[in-house]
Structure formats: structure tokens, C-alpha cells
């Protein structure tokens, strides 16, 4: 257990719709990461957020956003969906906000898209 | 272009058997590189973080070889077991400009089966 929690752990939704993932970092981090895998592919790096700040960005499409709340937790939405964005979701956290740290994963969420 | 490329994209061994698993990039400027085990379904959990000046680190039966000249990195898992079966990512994280910030190019792993 790695200490990083992320809600919920399946989610089945049709296209066009909106959804929230939900992440809580490790106790004492204050970065969270949020990546997108999707069947056979490698992780695919979002968006990073330190202590309430955005901090890095990658590959996010601007269907998608994220925040990070003043408790350290986090949330992606992801809106209009579409078949594409059918993918695991993890979010990771660690201690300080350079990607060098070790960063800790959650379990992840399952995105349907139908 | 900053790239990760593992190799073989697929294993299969025996339970008790050795193997290698192969990480070359083309990134630049290296900062470190990283070894992944992702079961299926689950998270990522680190095994070795290597940087520019080690050439070896171990986590159990886990062995990670590290040479910067010719950007390449091994992964020696030693006397596998059935819990072996995973993925297993590469990861090299690039310096991204004069400062402290840090871009990590993931590979596309290994997918490793462990048989009885």
C-alpha cells in the first residue's frame, strides 16, 4: 500500500458526459501527479500540481482539468467524453515538486467509456 | 528527441529461471533512471533509482546495470517467482532547463510472465 488513495476504482460513463477522479497524496506530500494509461500503452504524464499550484504540464487535453485543494487532495475532471479516453487513471504523489523525487502511486481509476 | 525503447516487449520463463530485461534512450541531459513494476491493474511501486555515476543497484533479487556512455540499462531479475509476473517500466528523467525541474520520458515496459 503505497498510501495514495484515489476514488473511485471503477467508473462507467457515456460520451459526452463529465466525471471528477479523486486523489489524496501520501501524508506529508505535497505534490500529486496525475497520468493516463490507456490498453497496452505507456503512462502518459498530465499534469502536476505542488501545494495548491500548478507545476507542470504534459499531455492534458483542454477537455480536461485538474486542481489541487488547500487539504492536498486532489481531483481530475475530465469532460465530453469520448471512446478514447476509456484508460486507467493513477495518480502519485510526492514528498517535494521536482519529478526527480520518488513518487508513490495510488491503486487507480478505471474509465468506461461507452 | 528524448526516447525511451525497452526490450523484449514481452518474456515468458520458468518459475526458478533468470532473466534480463533492456532500456536504451536518447535523452539528454540525463538526470536519472528509474526501474517500475506495475502488476496488472495496479499502480507503479519503484525498485531502483539510478543516477549519472552508478553503474550497479540492487533491491532483492533485483538488479539494475546502468552504463551512460552507451545509454543503456538492464534489469537482471534473479531466481523469478510466480510474483514476478508484471510489467516492468523504464523510466529517464531529463533535465529541463538550467533550473530544478525535471521531465520524466517513460518507456513502454516489459510485460513479464512467470510460469510454474
Known amino acids: 500500500d503505497s498510501g495514495v488513495t484515489q476514488t473511485p476504482k471503477h467508473l462507467i460513463t457515456a460520451t459526452g458526459q463529465r466525471v471528477t477522479l479523486r486523489c489524496s497524496p501520501r501524508s506529508g506530500d505535497l505534490s500529486v501527479y496525475w497520468y493516463q494509461q490507456s490498453l497496452d500503452q505507456g503512462l502518459q504524464f498530465l499534469i502536476q500540481y505542488y501545494n495548491g499550484e500548478e507545476r507542470a504540464k504534459g499531455n492534458i487535453l483542454e477537455r480536461f482539468s485538474a486542481q489541487q485543494f488547500p487539504d492536498l487532495h486532489s481531483e481530475l475532471n475530465l469532460s465530453s467524453l469520448e471512446l478514447g479516453d476509456s484508460a486507467l487513471y493513477f495518480c502519485?504523489?510526492?514528498?517535494?515538486?521536482?519529478?526527480?523525487?520518488?513518487?508513490?502511486f495510488g491503486p487507480g481509476t478505471r474509465l468506461t467509456v461507452l | 528527441k528524448n526516447q525511451v525503447e525497452q526490450s523484449p516487449q514481452s518474456l515468458i520463463i520458468l518459475e526458478g529461471k533468470n532473466c534480463t530485461l533492456q532500456?536504451?534512450?536518447?535523452?539528454?541531459?540525463?538526470?536519472?533512471l528509474r526501474w517500475y513494476k506495475q502488476d496488472t491493474g495496479r499502480g507503479p511501486v519503484s525498485l531502483t533509482i539510478m543516477t549519472f555515476s552508478e553503474n550497479t543497484k540492487s533491491n532483492g533479487r533485483y538488479t539494475a546495470t546502468l552504463d551512460a556512455d552507451t545509454k543503456q540499462s538492464s534489469l537482471h531479475i534473479t531466481a523469478s517467482q510466480l510474483s514476478d509476473s508484471a510489467s516492468y517500466i523504464c523510466?529517464?528523467?531529463?533535465?529541463?532547463?538550467?533550473?530544478?525541474?525535471?521531465?520524466?520520458?517513460w518507456g513502454l515496459g516489459t510485460s513479464l510472465a512467470v510460469n510454474p
Open positions: 532500456c536504451n534512450y536518447t535523452v539528454s541531459p540525463f538526470s536519472n
Open positions: 502519485a504523489s510526492s514528498v517535494a515538486p521536482l519529478t526527480d523525487n520518488e513518487q508513490f
Open positions: 523510466v529517464v528523467s531529463a533535465k529541463v532547463n538550467a533550473g530544478n525541474n525535471r521531465k520524466l520520458i
